[in-house]
């Protein structure tokens, strides 16, 4: 399979704990994004990584990169309940404005 | 800060109808693309849209599903005769220079 793979499945925490997702790939890529979909919703674009860059942050995100494993982790530092969501990485191949293809996602659940 | 829309929000249609369905991307992007999301299932890309015509596209979209940029602003999916199996939830996405493909909130389409 091309497609990015996440683990876990599921995760549950306690608000304010930090939440790890990994997603993991077999081919090589142009950069990998990350989604937030609340159930039944759209897809919210959180941080876009290319295949040259390590780590990048946007607020409480922290996304890593390493080539070498096809791996990238999606860390959400201080959670809250809203975060409460489905994580999805999508990987972009070649070119960079070619098709994503996505994982399976990772079911975030936030305890108050 | 701008944003894909698309319309409607949930479609019903009987086996054998046409749909169309629509999007509105980002005023500046150039590439646009439909994906969708079978309930339960993973995301999964239908076609790729450059330049006024169809760069890639996925076995999914075969001859029953089309694709248009009519004008400046819209862009177009339309499944000439749906079936039971194309219920899904459709998005459609676009991207600039950047890479970061933005997704719209998605159209519900429920055949019957």
């Known amino acids: 399979s091309q497609q990015g793979e996440e683990d876990p499945q599921a995760l549950s925490i306690q608000e304010g704990e930090n939440a790890t997702m990994n997603c993991s790939y077999k081919?090589?890529?142009?950069?990998l994004q990350w989604y937030r979909q609340n159930s039944g919703r759209g897809l919210v674009h959180l941080i876009l990584?290319?295949?040259?860059?390590r780590e990048k942050h946007s607020g409480r995100l922290r996304v890593t990169l390493d080539t070498s494993k096809k791996s990238s982790s999606l860390l959400i530092t201080a959670s809250r309940a809203a975060d409460t969501a489905s994580y999805f990485c999508?990987?972009?191949?070649?070119?960079?404005?070619?098709?994503?293809?996505f994982g399976t996602g990772t079911r975030l659940t936030i305890i108050p | 800060e701008p944003e894909v829309t698309q319309t409607p929000s949930h479609q019903v249609t009987q086996m054998g109808q046409e749909v169309i369905l629509r999007c509105v991307p980002i005023s500046n992007h150039l590439y646009f693309y439909w994906y969708r999301q079978i309930l339960g299932q993973k995301v999964e890309f239908l076609v790729s849209f450059y330049n006024n015509e169809i760069s890639e596209k996925s076995e999914i979209f075969d001859d029953q599903f089309s694709v248009e940029r009519p004008d400046g602003s819209n862009f177009t999916l339309k499944i000439r005769s749906t079936k039971l199996e194309d219920s899904a939830m459709y998005f459609c996405?676009?991207?600039?220079?950047?890479?970061?493909?933005?997704f719209g909130p998605g159209t519900r389409l429920t055949v019957l």
């Open positions: 081919t090589s890529i142009n950069n």
């Open positions: 996405a676009s991207s600039g220079t950047s890479n970061e493909q933005f």
């Open positions: 999508a990987r972009g191949a070649n070119f960079g404005n070619e098709k994503l293809t």
């Open positions: 990584i290319r295949s040259n860059e």
